[in-house]
């Protein structure tokens, strides 16, 4: 019985090694979703429920680089005193935007922390997402 035991408690730790081996030792602590400007591009062009959150700061968001359609700005340093203006939208999925996605992790650290849990982070932020529209355009 006990051999039986020690035989189960070495699989399952054979079987957590394999999980961290094959998605990094960080991913159970992964605070959200990662998408590149492509792919949030196809979810706007399919107008799926999402809420764009912009976390740069104002003279950012109205400097060069844009912004979304749709997006909300909530600058990072404010965003913990404005939780309440995305408490209606718990349940949908959040996509956060910043310059190139730095601040956007930070944010959903800080989200995660108060219970936010459908979070994704635009990989790259407003400068890979100018550069596809550059692309595009050419």
């Given at each position: 019985?006990?051999?039986?035991?020690?035989?189960?408690?070495?699989?399952l730790?054979?079987?957590?090694?394999?999980?961290?081996?094959?998605?990094?030792?960080?991913?159970?602590?992964?605070?959200?979703?990662?998408?590149?400007?492509?792919?949030?591009?196809?979810?706007?062009e399919?107008?799926?429920?999402?809420?764009?959150?912009?976390?740069?700061?104002?003279?950012?968001?109205?400097?060069?680089?844009?912004?979304?359609?749709?997006?909300?700005?909530?600058?990072?340093?404010?965003?913990?005193?404005?939780?309440?203006?995305?408490?209606?939208?718990?349940?949908?999925?959040?996509?956060?935007?910043?310059r190139?996605?730095?601040?956007?992790?930070?944010?959903?650290?800080?989200?995660?922390?108060?219970?936010?849990?459908?979070?994704?982070?635009?990989?790259?932020?407003?400068?890979?997402?100018?550069?596809?529209?550059?692309?595009?355009?050419?």
């Amino acid at each position: 019985m006990a051999r039986s035991r020690l035989t189960r408690v070495a699989l399952l730790g054979t079987g957590i090694l394999v999980v961290l081996a094959v998605a990094g030792p960080w991913a159970m602590f992964r605070e959200a979703r990662h998408y590149s400007v492509e792919e949030v591009s196809a979810k706007l062009e399919a107008d799926e429920d999402l809420v764009l959150v912009d976390v740069r700061t104002e003279p950012e968001y109205a400097g060069a680089l844009g912004t979304l359609p749709g997006v909300k700005l909530i600058p990072l340093d404010e965003l913990e005193e404005r939780l309440d203006e995305l408490e209606p939208h718990r349940g949908r999925e959040i996509v956060l935007v910043c310059r190139t996605q730095n601040r956007s992790r930070a944010a959903a650290a800080l989200l995660r922390r108060h219970g936010f849990r459908n979070l994704a982070v635009m990989d790259g932020g407003m400068k890979a997402w100018r550069a596809m529209e550059e692309q595009e355009q050419e």
